[in-house]
């Protein structure tokens, strides 16, 4: 068994964009597999872990969630540019998926509800300020950067994870099987 | 009316124009009236009632006389010599007639010279008529030989002798595709039916172009006549005229000629004594571009959708109401009268080996004189740019010739030797198309013109097969994002792919043709292309660029991933 | 329900019936023989009369005709030349075919959407002005090319279609006049000597 | 009846007289993606997604709207063909809103099966996001044009077996629409039966019954082929 630390374990991170963290509840539910990947890869990155600032040099990152405001192009960039092989994970990182269910409004609309003043206290119900600008449209990854593997759908389940990540390991590309790429 | 009645109708009516000292004709077409045309007639024959010169000059309402963008046309013809005016006014047109009647020139009016070449160097045969005779009488047309070949045919020849010549003619369909007219004429003939029609596609919806809408309105009674003899060789009773709807005046003539046709006889029931019998009818189309193809332009015919079906069957087979039906452009079947009442071999010696005849062209935009010109198939692209049109104006240089509407393509100025004819020009990867040439200059920018075909494709597609459908939408959005600066170079690429699905996958011809403005754009302004992409510059200056997004901040994603506005609702 | 009231024949309203514009619809389904393959011809009839075609003419048109009511409305939103809805009282088309584009129509047609505050196809809230636009009239000898009210207006530019649609609002009318002179260049080529 | 041999695949079959080339490549156990295809209805060769290759022809043509003829070779699974069919299904999924995780037919849907099939994991191309509506007017069943694909199966089935011909198409191109008689709400047609072959016979969710929840909207695939049996040996009568 690898120790934590030792360089033959590939570098590996997850991202959270504009989704629900429903993929990476799917993650673990990898169960007693999760030890496995453990001893194949360090998770230099993750919602699951304290780190700060994306590293540098990752091997492998799963994105969930779709591209839906500044931060996450922002972070999608750094991303991209740190890392060699980037994985869609689950559809709203693949096909924008209820994320981007607002795309059918103007973000105007979609944002005046929270904009309108609350009729007690005066305030607007949410303080726009203090969140990150949203962008037009969300969008799928693949639409702002380019990505390597797509593990579809909502949430994919930990079988369709697994599979991805042990073809990820033996550094093979992703290739689903037919009954593990349907979208929903 | 018997063949001799005929006869008589043509002598009467010479020897009554022969009367005049003068007859003035005045181009009543499209472009010379919204010029100011019908104030130029009415002046002309309020000085000859005011004058009293009735009996010597006849002030006329002809068909189109070619010079479009020059109008209004004025041609005063006395003992056989002609001359023409440009850019009549009711004033220079009182000056014209003041000049005619005193038989001296008009003081500050001259007319174009004799060997003007814009219309000197055509050959006229589909537009013989054309700027000729009044079109609104039969009695003109009759009188300048028409009807003639219907005539010859009804008592001389066979349906098969029909056939016959116009397959030895070389005929090709004068739409877009070049069919050979007379295969199609014997499919028709040789397939099973009670029933069978004839339809004229008049349904010209290339933008740029307007032959058809010019022979419609110029001389309507060649349409019918074409039509009527396609009638005798395949064995229909009925035929149909297609107009598009915005054709009004052309669908007006159409049905004064139908009319004055039954009436005398040449339509309707024993044609000219013979036992043809062969009725016309008219169908308005309503705006649909697709229509001019031959499924959805009979699917429109029968008051439904104009959506294509899959063929074969082939419309020659099951056609309108699941008979034979033939199909044919306007213009192929206004070439008909010549090459019966002339001769097949007089008509295969025009033109090249492979493209026999004449071609009517539409010549717009960036040309000094844009208008209507027919010339042998074969005649370079540079007669008809520099000597025929006179040229690029403003001292601009010549760029490209964009012909064949939506499913064509360019010719870039490398290829002006070009002959334009059927094989040459599919050789350059565009089509002859229904003739329509568009001539751009440098002001012209490359993918902003395939922008705006696939615009046109993607508004026009029918929906009902799914690469025209999404593809050509797909497709603009691409080509938007080229032109606003916003695409990456993996996007061309993607342009491409779309373009060879929509081209191989589509249901019916729009698909099909779709890609090829953007294919012929690419294949020789490539460079124009990557410099909108890579250095997002538009050299024309059409295209408004998106602004140079500020260093790192996902300024290039961004502007990538917002690709441009979507418009569809 | 819309139409819980409705007889399955006599399905049109007394105000329609006694319209005289509705005569030329009759005449044409007249004509016709109430073929059912007559329905764009009768539809361009009732759309000339009335101007659009409303639910209560398509419903009377596809009783007599004996199509089915989808079909009515299928075809009519095909083509683009029927509209649904009332035009303004005056309308402005502007050419977008080929040779108006590369003579540069875009810009008339961005120049009269800003001056009457109003998106291509559409008509101004006061009802006054559609503006729509249209692929190539075959007049591109002129091009570019607008039509008010039916008139043509050759060689137009966005200042001089912003002004006569201006003028074709407050007059009531187009006018009618020659295409404006283009300047002449005399000498080397073609034209006059 | 009689038979005619073609080649499918490097492999000689025979087929029947009149049989549609799809006909003949299904019975002979290969698999050709359709959408819009149906049996029991016309052909309507919409979808292109049974493109088959036919030598001599110059560009593919649909199977189902090609008659099997004698000595006809054809292949129906090269490189191009089955990338046109994924890039064909791309532009299906990109031309709505198809939210396969909370769609009514989520694990039923043709949609989502042929693009799994065909390994569609992502779609390249710029989703439209149009905005559509939801019509759920009728008292039993609901509309839903985020999901439809413009197959006309409802179109057809309507009109060739019920003959009633609600519905039909409006507009054209990417902004085709299928309504009910002259654009009426469902509920206040004033032709619908409510017989609920349209639902039936919808390959994705876009047609569906009301109250059925999300994964629920199971369709029954046979109902058609009962009722054109039913009514050929005339069951239902004495």
Redesign the interface.
């Given at each position: 068994m690898n120790k934590a630390g030792t360089t033959d374990r590939i570098r590996f991170a997850t991202v959270w964009l504009g989704g629900c963290s429903g993929c990476h509840m799917s993650f673990l539910d990898l169960d007693e597999r999760l030890v496995e990947l453990a001893e194949a890869a360090e998770l230099v990155f993750s919602p699951f872990v304290d780190t700060k600032e994306f590293p540098e040099g990752v091997d492998v990152t799963l994105v969930e969630g779709a591209v839906t405001n500044r931060a996450n192009l922002a972070m999608a960039e750094r991303v991209r540019e740190r890392s060699r092989i980037v994985v869609s994970l689950g559809d709203c990182a693949v096909t924008g998926n209820v994320t981007s269910l607002r795309n059918l409004f103007p973000v105007e609309a979609v944002l005046a509800p929270f904009r309108a003043e609350d009729g007690r206290s005066g305030k607007a119900f949410l303080d726009y300020t203090s969140i990150p600008e949203l962008l037009p449209r969300a969008l799928p990854l693949h639409q702002v950067i380019p990505v390597d593997g797509y593990v579809p759908g909502c949430p994919p389940d930990a079988d369709r994870i697994w599979e991805a990540v042990r073809a990820l390991l033996r550094g093979e590309p992703v290739a689903l099987a037919e009954s593990m790429r349907t979208f929903g | 009316m018997i063949p001799a009645d005929l006869r008589v109708m043509a002598e009467q009516e010479r020897e009554r124009q022969e009367g005049f000292r003068c007859r003035i004709l005045v181009c009543a077409g499209?472009?010379c009236?919204?010029?100011?045309a019908d104030?130029v007639l009415e002046t002309l024959r309020q000085g000859v009632a005011e004058g009293g010169l009735d009996a010597e000059i006849e002030p006329v309402a002809s068909g189109c006389m070619g010079?479009?963008?020059?109008?209004?046309l004025v041609k005063v013809r006395s003992r056989g010599k002609e001359v023409i005016y440009?850019?009549v006014?009711p004033e220079s047109a009182r000056q014209i007639l003041f000049s005619v009647v005193k038989g001296r020139k008009p003081p500050t009016v001259?007319p174009?010279?004799p060997d003007?070449?814009?219309l000197a160097r055509q050959e006229r045969v589909v537009l013989a008529n054309s700027g000729a005779i009044n079109p609104e009488r039969i009695e003109e047309y009759v009188a300048a030989g028409g009807y003639g070949a219907l005539s010859h045919a009804l008592h001389e020849m066979t349906p098969d002798d029909v056939c016959r010549e116009v397959s030895l003619s070389g005929l090709r369909g004068r739409g877009g595709a070049g069919y050979p007219t007379g295969v199609k004429w014997s499919l028709a003939r040789k397939a099973p039916g009670e029933r069978k029609y004839v339809v004229a596609n008049g349904d010209?919806?290339?933008?740029?172009?307007?032959m058809d809408?010019?022979i419609m309105e110029s001389d309507p009674h060649r349409v019918l006549e074409g039509m009527a003899l396609a009638g005798y060789a395949i064995g229909a009773e009925q035929g149909f005229v297609y107009v598009r709807?915005?054709?009004h005046l052309a669908g007006r003539r159409l049905e004064g000629a139908i009319r004055d046709a039954e009436r005398k006889g040449l339509l309707g029931s024993r044609v000219l004594g013979s036992n043809f019998n062969f009725r016309i009818d008219i169908?308005?189309?309503?705006?649909?571009?697709v229509c001019g193809e031959e499924t959805s332009l009979m699917a429109?015919?029968?008051?439904?959708?104009?959506?294509p079906?899959?063929r074969p069957p082939y419309p020659a087979q099951k056609g309108l109401w699941g008979n034979p039906t033939l199909i044919n452009n306007v213009e192929t079947f206004a070439a008909v009268p010549a090459v019966v009442g002339r001769g097949a071999e007089w008509f295969a010696a025009i033109g090249t080996p492979k493209s026999r005849g004449t071609k009517v062209y539409?010549l717009?935009?960036?040309v000094?004189?844009?208008?209507l010109i027919e010339v042998p198939m074969g005649t370079t692209l540079r007669e008809v740019v520099f000597e025929i049109g006179?040229?690029i104006p403003s001292g601009k240089r010549f760029k490209a010739a964009?012909s064949g509407?939506p499913s064509g393509g360019c010719i870039p100025a490398a290829f002006l030797d070009t002959p334009l004819d059927y094989e040459s020009m599919e050789r350059l990867g565009t089509i002859m198309g229904s003739g329509?040439l568009?001539i751009?200059d440098e002001t012209?920018c490359m993918p902003d013109?395939a922008s705006?075909?696939l615009d046109?494709c993607?508004?026009?597609?029918?929906?009902?097969?799914?690469?025209c459908?999404?593809?050509?939408?797909?497709m603009h959005?691409l080509l938007r994002r080229i032109t606003s600066g916003t695409a990456t170079m993996d996007d061309l690429a993607?342009l491409e792919?779309?373009c060879e699905?929509v081209g191989?996958?589509?249901?019916c011809g729009l698909g099909?043709t779709a890609p090829n403005p953007v294919l012929s754009t690419l294949r020789y302004f490539r460079d124009e292309y990557a410099d909108h992409i890579r250095q997002r510059r538009c050299a024309a200056g059409v295209c408004a660029m998106a602004e140079s997004p500020a260093p790192g901040?996902?300024g290039e994603?961004?502007l990538?991933?917002?690709?441009v506005?979507?418009e569809?609702? | 329900m819309r139409h819980a009231d409705k007889q399955s024949d006599s399905s049109l309203s007394p105000a329609l019936a006694s319209d005289p514009r509705f005569t030329a619809v009759e005449r044409t389904l007249k004509q016709y023989q109430y073929r059912p393959d007559a329905l764009i011809e009768v539809l361009h009839v009732a759309q000339e009369a009335f101007g659009f075609l409303s639910d209560e003419l398509m419903d009377h048109v596809a009783r007599q005709l004996k199509v089915p009511l989808s079909r009515v409305y299928g075809v009519a939103t095909f083509y683009h030349f029927f509209s649904l809805e009332p035009r303004g009282e005056h309308s402005c088309v502007v050419c977008t075919g080929t040779a108006c584009y590369v003579k540069r129509s875009g810009e008339i047609v961005k120049r009269l959407e800003g001056e009457f505050d109003v998106k291509g196809g559409n008509t101004t809230a006061d009802g006054k002005l559609t503006l729509s636009t249209v692929r190539c009239l075959g007049s591109c000898g002129l091009a570019p090319v607008v039509v008010l009210d039916g008139e043509i207006a050759g060689r137009s530019t966005p200042d001089s279609a912003a002004a006569a649609a201006h003028r074709l609002i407050a007059e009531g009318k187009p006018e009618k006049k020659p295409v404006a002179e283009r300047p002449r260049r005399r000498g080397r080529r073609g034209g006059t000597p | 009846m009689p038979v005619i041999t073609l080649t499918i695949n490097d492999e000689l079959v025979s087929g029947r007289r009149g049989e549609s080339l799809l006909e003949v490549i299904r019975e002979h156990g290969i698999t050709l993606p359709t959408l819009c295809h149906m049996e029991g209805l016309s052909e309507r060769g919409g979808c292109r997604l049974c493109i088959v290759e036919v030598e001599g022809s110059p560009r593919p043509v649909t199977a189902c709207t090609t008659t099997a003829r004698e000595g006809m070779v054809i292949r129906t699974h090269t490189t191009r063909l089955i990338r046109y069919r994924r890039m064909i299904v791309e532009l299906l999924l990109a031309e709505r809103n198809h939210y396969c995780a909370v769609c009514v037919s989520v694990g039923h849907c043709e949609l989502q099966n042929v693009a799994a099939s065909l390994g569609v994991d992502h779609v390249r191309y710029e989703y439209l996001s149009p905005r559509v509506t939801m019509d759920l007017s009728h008292e039993r069943f609901g509309m839903d044009h985020n999901r439809c694909i413009l197959c006309t199966r409802c179109v057809r089935v309507c009109d060739e077996v019920e003959g009633v011909r609600t519905w039909d198409i409006a507009h054209r191109g990417v902004r085709s629409r299928i309504i009910a008689d002259l654009n009426y709400p469902w509920g206040e047609s004033e032709t619908c039966t409510s017989c609920g072959k349209c639902v039936q016979v919808c390959p994705t969710g876009a047609l569906f019954t009301k109250g059925a929840t999300v994964g629920e909207m199971v369709k029954d695939p046979g109902m058609l082929r009962r009722v054109l049996e039913g009514r050929d040996r005339k069951e239902w009568e004495g």
């Open positions: - | 499209t472009p009236l919204s010029a100011g104030a010079p479009c963008s020059r109008g209004p440009e850019r006014t001259s174009l010279p003007f070449p814009f010209e919806g290339d933008p740029g172009a307007y809408r010019s709807g915005e054709y169908r308005t189309g309503a705006g649909a571009f429109s015919i029968m008051g439904k959708r104009g959506q079906w899959n539409a717009c935009g960036q000094e004189i844009a208008g006179g040229g964009q509407g329509g568009i751009m012209s013109v705006f075909f046109f993607r508004d026009e597609s029918c929906g009902k097969c799914a690469p459908r999404v593809g050509t939408v797909e959005r993607k792919e779309l699905l191989t996958t589509s249901l099909m901040a996902g994603a961004l990538h991933a917002m690709g506005p979507g569809v609702e | - | -």
